[in-house]
Antibody, heavy 118, light 107 residues
Framework: EVQLVESGGGLVQPGGSLRLSCAVS????????MHWVRQATGKGLQWVSTLAFAGDTYYRVSVRGRFTISREDAKNSLHLQMDSLTAGDTAVYYCVRSSGKSDAFDIWGQGTLVTVSS | SFALTQPPSLSVSPGQTATIPCSGD??????VCWYQQRPGQSPVLIISQNTKRPSGVPERFSGSISGNTATLTITETQALDEADYYCHSWDTTTGAVFGGGTKLTVL
């Protein structure tokens, strides 16, 4: 069964760091583009970052230089290192798969909640 | 930067047709996807590459594109179709972009 399971969310103070992980089963992560998409409570979907299967990375402007996307092929896992967090980063973060960066996001995880607050 | 615009809400009576537009600059040169998100759940892909319906998605759901506007059409709308719907595309400068979402109410 194809499944994405996020973990690592929680409460963090402004300026702090958090590392999200996405455990993948049912397919090999290195053969797909993988993404992080977030959604603040009551708001819409917002793309955060993409790691293409070839290794190139993409970030939305507001997180560039603060967030780092990576993957761990041996564990078939995706990660998102988030530094210098602000209240604006508070959201549910979804791990998502696509066949290419401009292709449909066909598999979504259940999400992990990140709350940035003092 | 590239942006996609959707109406924030839409109401339809059961059995009627719901039409949700999504507009963006030069959208006709890109692929558009649509997602359904029910309350408390993760988004689900319902239309890819403008018009393709993934396996398991009812035929009542269809997508089209004309000029700079993509459209999601739901025929014979049912109560279980009540959800938020998002369009999505990729821009080489901005990255992945989602529309603001349309809350569909079936009443």
């Amino acid at each position: 069964e194809v499944q994405l399971v996020e973990s690592g969310g929680g409460l963090v103070q402004p300026g702090g760091s958090l590392r999200l992980s996405c455990a993948v089963s049912g397919f090999t992560i290195s053969g797909y583009d993988m993404h992080w998409v977030r959604q603040a409570t009551g708001k819409g979907l917002q793309w955060v970052s993409t790691l293409a299967f070839a290794g190139d990375t993409y970030y939305r402007v507001s997180v560039r230089g603060r967030f780092t996307i990576s993957r761990e092929d041996a564990k078939n896992s995706l990660h998102l290192q988030m530094d210098s967090l602000t209240a604006g980063d508070t959201a549910v973060y979804y791990c998502v798969r696509s066949s290419g960066k401009s292709d449909a996001f066909d598999i979504w995880g259940q999400g992990t909640l990140v709350t940035v607050s003092s | 930067s590239f942006a996609l615009t959707q109406p924030p809400s839409l109401s339809v009576s059961p059995g009627q047709t719901a039409t949700i537009p999504c507009s963006g600059d030069k959208l006709g040169d890109k692929f558009v996807c649509w997602y359904q998100q029910r309350p408390g759940q993760s988004p689900v892909l319902i239309i890819s590459q403008n018009t393709k319906r993934p396996s398991g998605v009812p035929e009542r759901f269809s997508g089209s594109i004309s000029g700079n506007t993509a459209t999601l059409t739901i025929t014979e709308t049912q109560a279980l179709d009540e959800a938020d719907y998002y369009c999505h595309s990729w821009d080489t400068t901005t990255g992945a972009v989602f529309g603001g979402g349309t809350k569909l109410t079936v009443l």
